[in-house]
T-cell receptor, first 114, second 119 residues
Framework: DTEVTQTPKHLVMGMTNKKSLKCEQH?????MYWYKQKAKKPPELMFV???????INESVPSRFSPECPNSSLLNLHLHALQPEDSALYLC?????????????FGEGSRLTVL | AQTVTQSQPEMSVQEAETVTLSCTYD???????LFWYKQPPSRQMILVIR??????QNATENRFSVNFQKAAKSFSLKISDSQLGDTAMYFC????????????????FGQGTRLTINP
């Protein structure tokens, strides 16, 4: 199984809503990532989890709250978002110690904030 | 800080032709990895090819090959016998090993090249 599965594929929410994005992998990877990608732009790193601990927060606003409940799951909790937060949110995973850099990406969750 | 530059926002070639995508990068690191990722309209980022900086030999994967010039900090991707399925956004990326955080890796992406293969 070399898949990273993201749900939902599409999400529309209002600025006062609370929603969550979910990411799952069963490759035994112990590093998991959230990226944000605006149209026609490269992905931008948001968070990195290593061994279920938050390793990197790229100065992301607190309205985005990541969670890694176990080694296979990664969530991104969304609250009080702004229309400019509309984007494709990509989850990725990788081996930690191998260090050859290959990230496995999911298909992304397309978020629209009204 | 590392930067990755792709100077060709868009390219278009006919099916079966050979196309080369350019990438330059800037780093003070001596050991690192370089990648080409492909993102088709289906949205999923897929690794095309990887190059380890300490290896002199250019990486190849079937129809895909790179021209890695370490001194010039250049890393171009050549696609031979291009196919309609090669139509996608291509991102060049640099991997910076984050010291002190066990195994965590940060990819720095270029702005991308939108490649269209015409029938």
């Amino acid at each position: 199984d070399t898949e990273v599965t993201q749900t939902p594929k599409h999400l529309v929410m209002g600025m006062t809503n609370k929603k969550s994005l979910k990411c799952e992998q069963h490759m035994g990877h112990r590093a998991m990532y959230w990226y944000k990608q605006k149209a026609k732009k490269p992905p931008e790193l948001m968070f990195v989890y290593s061994y279920e601990k938050l390793s990197i927060n790229e100065s992301v606003p607190s309205r985005f709250s990541p969670e890694c409940p176990n080694s296979s799951l990664l969530n991104l909790h969304l609250h009080a978002l702004q229309p400019e937060d509309s984007a494709l949110y990509l989850c990725a995973s990788s081996q930690v110690l191998k260090g050859d850099g290959e990230l496995f990406f999911g298909e992304g969750s397309r978020l629209t904030v009204l | 800080a590392q930067t990755v530059t792709q100077s060709q926002p868009e390219m278009s070639v006919q099916e079966a032709e050979t196309v080369t995508l350019s990438c330059t990068y800037d780093t003070s690191e001596n050991n690192y990895y370089l990648f080409w990722y492909k993102q088709p309209p289906s949205r999923q980022m897929i690794l095309v090819i990887r190059q380890e900086a300490y290896k002199q030999q250019n990486a190849t994967e079937n129809r895909f090959s790179v021209n890695f010039q370490k001194a010039a900090k250049s890393f171009s991707l050549k696609i031979s016998d291009s196919q309609l399925g090669d139509t996608a956004m291509y991102f060049c990326a640099f991997m910076k090993q984050i010291y002190g955080i066990q195994g965590a890796q940060k990819l720095v992406f270029g702005q991308g090249t939108r490649l269209t293969i015409n029938p």
